[in-house]
């Protein structure tokens, strides 16, 4: 579904369709001066704080109990920089060798802190009946052509999960998406067929010796 946001939030027509659907599309949300800020802030960080030298953590939906760390899992409050799947050495573009920004740019960019909590933003969240939005988590994630693992069929619920469940998840397209280049993709009606979660990310126990080779756990239900 497309249409257009109305200024108090969501209309009763989006309203149903999210939750007949458990998905919605907003076109024309963002101002191409949005977008341009937030792209902007985005280069503007990695330029000035990514050391490829220094990040070995690479992020990917697939095997994650096995190729999670405490780099990933300490993400929560900071600004972290996570690499391609077989990019780590790579010898190219700064941007390139990255997956995403993450997790916590909504507290710590002034851009991103600005536009995650601006007025329109927080009127969808209160449509969906929410008396007190607050973002949690915030990431900036990179679709380069030709570079990259696959990205499986998940459950943002498997990594980011509450109970009872109190988190909505709201993605931008900084650039045109459609089914040629990669768009994001979605199984309309799978939140209500009464299967819930079917996995569960579990953080593990710091190690004793505070060695880097701890991770999280999968729990498959």
Known sequence: MADQVAAPGLTAAQLEAFRRDGVLVIEGFSSEREVGAIKAA???????????EQVRSVFTTDEQSRKADWYFLDSADRVSFFLEDGEAGAETDKLLRLNKVGH???????????????????????????????PVQSMYIFKHPK?????????DSTFL????????GLWWAVEDADEVNGCLWALKGSHADGSGVHRR???TERSQSGGKGGNGGDDTG
Do not use: W
């Not at 985005?42 to 490829?52: C, M």
């Not at 740019?105 to 607050?134: I, Q």
């Open 42 to 52: 985005v280069e503007e960080r990695v330029e000035r704080d990514f050391d490829p």
């Open 161 to 168: 999960a509450t109970s009872p469940y109190s988190c909505v």
């Open 201 to 203: 990310f579990v953080r």
């Open 104 to 134: 916590a740019l909504h507290d710590l960019d002034p851009t991103f802190r600005a536009f995650s909590r601006s007025a329109k933003v927080a009127a969808v969240c209160r449509s969906l009946g929410f008396a007190r939005p607050t």
């Open 147 to 155: 570079v990259g693992g696959e990205v499986n069929c998940h459950q």
